[in-house]
């Protein structure tokens, strides 16, 4: 049994969230990673206040913002099927945050059964995969069809909310072969 997941930053309002906001490792990702990636990721805490920083920062679904205990923790294992950015937080520098980055781009969308991507994001609401063709030995993956997104396999995504805490992490289902499974009905974020 097969089942995806979108993971992000909980909604807290106690806990900072990071944005990314670096246009060159966009125009990269929606080139298809034709050359080497940018050597850090430009990002800034969304707000000023003194909050609660976690060790998964990262509320927009594309962009997995991972502490340096929790990168390191995965490293070795994720690091067959993408590589860690240094993330550069305005006015902080780099060191505390590392972005992960998976480079297996997988056509494994059943276009028939999802909905049609939408807007510049290309945003697919309903995504149903090709169970088979899943990268089931790879942590995370993209698929063609909306680039910007990061699709976790199972056994990742647990590993994550293991070493992050249930707390600060919310990981919502996208699509399972399991029976009776039912994806989360905004499972993008957007």
């Known amino acids: 049994m097969v089942s995806v997941y979108a993971m992000l930053?909980?909604?807290?309002?106690?806990?900072?969230?990071?944005?990314?906001?670096?246009?060159?490792?966009a125009n990269w990702l929606f080139d298809g990673f034709p050359k080497d990636p940018p050597r850090s990721i430009a990002a800034y805490w969304e707000?000023?206040?003194?909050?609660?920083?976690?060790?998964?920062?990262?509320?927009?679904?594309?962009y997995?913002?991972?502490?340096?205990?929790?990168?390191d923790a995965v490293r070795d294992e994720f690091g067959e099927h993408g590589f860690f950015i240094p993330?550069?937080?305005?006015?902080e520098g780099t060191g505390a945050y590392e972005m992960y980055v998976p480079t297996d781009l997988v056509?494994?969308?059943?276009?028939?059964r999802s909905s049609e991507p939408e807007g510049w994001l290309e945003i697919i609401q309903r995504v149903v995969f090709v169970g088979e063709k899943i990268p089931t030995?790879?942590?995370?993956?993209?698929?063609?069809?909306s680039r910007e997104f990061v699709f976790w396999n199972e056994w990742a995504a647990k590993k994550i909310v293991e070493l992050v805490g249930e707390d600060d992490i919310e990981v919502?289902?996208?699509?399972?072969?399991?029976?009776?499974?039912?994806p989360h009905p905004d499972p993008m974020n957007i």
């Open 9 to 25: 930053a909980r909604g807290d309002d106690a806990a900072l969230h990071v944005l990314v906001q670096d246009q060159a490792y």
């Open 47 to 62: 707000s000023d206040e003194e909050l609660r920083r976690t060790e998964f920062p990262s509320f927009a679904q594309g």
């Open 64 to 71: 997995p913002v991972l502490s340096k205990r929790v990168a």
């Open 87 to 91: 993330v550069d937080l305005r006015n």
């Open 107 to 112: 056509d494994c969308l059943d276009l028939e």
């Open 137 to 145: 030995s790879a942590p995370a993956f993209r698929i063609p069809e």
């Open 172 to 182: 919502r289902l996208v699509w399972s072969d399991v029976p009776g499974a039912t």
